[in-house]
């Protein structure tokens, strides 16, 4: 009688605990390994086809030339590289300093999410992403920089011709 009850609560037991463990989903775990092991396998469900770029802003007056913008991220500096060339925008590079994995902009600078959108737009009028509010200011504010530049070289360029 005894064994059976000693079987039975370690059977009992056994089956509760093994409700308990950790699995790679729901255990809690938001270490960046564990989030970027599950996107390498998943298909990205957000992803989506990008508008051709468009001319642009007819606004603006830039200046061919590759300019360098600042802006202020979550935990740092946000710099973006652009290429002005014939009227039209490239981002050719966007960097981070401080920004931790943890952040949802991370990811979008790392994977080129940010110069996809600055390329279709043609200027700092991107969508913000989910988690990246801040982050996604921050590249705003270093594209507006970049492209300033450019307008001031344009109006540099105007008054020498002018004179």
């Given at each position: 009688m005894k064994t059976n009850a000693m079987a039975l609560s370690a059977c009992v037991l056994t089956l509760g605990l093994a409700g308990c463990g950790a699995s790679f989903e729901g255990s809690g775990s938001k270490d960046a390994a564990s989030a970027e092991s599950l996107a390498l396998r998943l298909d990205d469900p957000w992803a989506q086809e990008m508008p051709a770029p468009v001319a642009v802003n007819s606004q603006l007056s830039l200046t061919d030339g590759v300019y360098t913008g600042w802006g202020k991220g979550m935990e740092g500096p946000i710099t973006v590289t652009l290429l002005v060339d014939g009227g039209h925008i490239s981002c050719l590079e966007i960097t981070?300093?401080?920004?931790?994995?943890?952040?949802?902009?991370?990811?979008?600078?790392?994977?080129?999410?940010?110069?996809?959108?600055?390329?279709?737009?043609?200027?700092?009028?991107?969508?913000?992403?989910?988690?990246?509010?801040?982050?996604?200011?921050?590249?705003?504010?270093?594209?507006?920089?970049?492209?300033?530049?450019?307008?001031?070289?344009?109006?540099?360029?105007?008054?020498?011709?002018?004179?």
């Amino acid at each position: 009688m005894k064994t059976n009850a000693m079987a039975l609560s370690a059977c009992v037991l056994t089956l509760g605990l093994a409700g308990c463990g950790a699995s790679f989903e729901g255990s809690g775990s938001k270490d960046a390994a564990s989030a970027e092991s599950l996107a390498l396998r998943l298909d990205d469900p957000w992803a989506q086809e990008m508008p051709a770029p468009v001319a642009v802003n007819s606004q603006l007056s830039l200046t061919d030339g590759v300019y360098t913008g600042w802006g202020k991220g979550m935990e740092g500096p946000i710099t973006v590289t652009l290429l002005v060339d014939g009227g039209h925008i490239s981002c050719l590079e966007i960097t981070q300093e401080g920004e931790s994995q943890s952040r949802g902009g991370y990811e979008a600078i790392r994977d080129g999410k940010y110069a996809t959108m600055i390329e279709a737009v043609q200027g700092s009028e991107i969508d913000a992403i989910a988690g990246a509010t801040i982050t996604t200011a921050g590249v705003r504010q270093a594209v507006d920089d970049a492209l300033a530049q450019s307008e001031a070289a344009a109006q540099t360029q105007s008054v020498a011709a002018a004179e």
